[in-house]
């Protein structure tokens, strides 16, 4: 399994990106996939999760109304629209496989190696 992130940067308050993923490896077609995202010395926590066919999407309540997980099966792709950022989304983002665990999301395969989203002035 490869996961490839990229799309992140430095952006300001108030800004916008779009992270993406590329999978390969696995039948990305029959996965949920989900972003998770990490700080400096915290654990990696949920973010966002989309059911293998686009239908049904799951926002952690960090990031609900401003970011949007989507994704396009016939590239091997899931996308991270985040819209409105704020300094405390500087994390690092990671996409992964999910399955639901109780009321979250956990990862399925290993990490890729996440990109770096910066939200400063």
């Known amino acids: 399994v490869q996961l490839v992130e990229s799309g992140g940067g430095l952006v300001q308050p108030g800004g916008s990106l779009r992270l993406s993923c590329r999978a390969s490896?696995?039948?990305?077609?029959?996965?949920?996939m989900g972003w998770f995202r990490q700080a400096p010395g915290k654990e990696r926590e949920f973010g966002a999760a989309i059911t293998w066919n686009g239908e049904k999407t799951v926002y952690a309540d960090s990031v609900k109304g401003r970011f949007t997980i989507s994704r396009d099966n016939g590239f091997n792709k899931v996308y991270l629209q985040m819209n409105s950022l704020k300094p405390e989304d500087t994390d690092v983002y990671f996409c992964n496989g999910v399955r639901k665990r109780g009321r979250t999301y956990v990862d399925k395969y290993a990490w890729g190696k996440g990109t770096v989203v910066t939200v400063s002035s």
């Open positions: 490896g696995f039948t990305f077609s029959s996965d949920d």
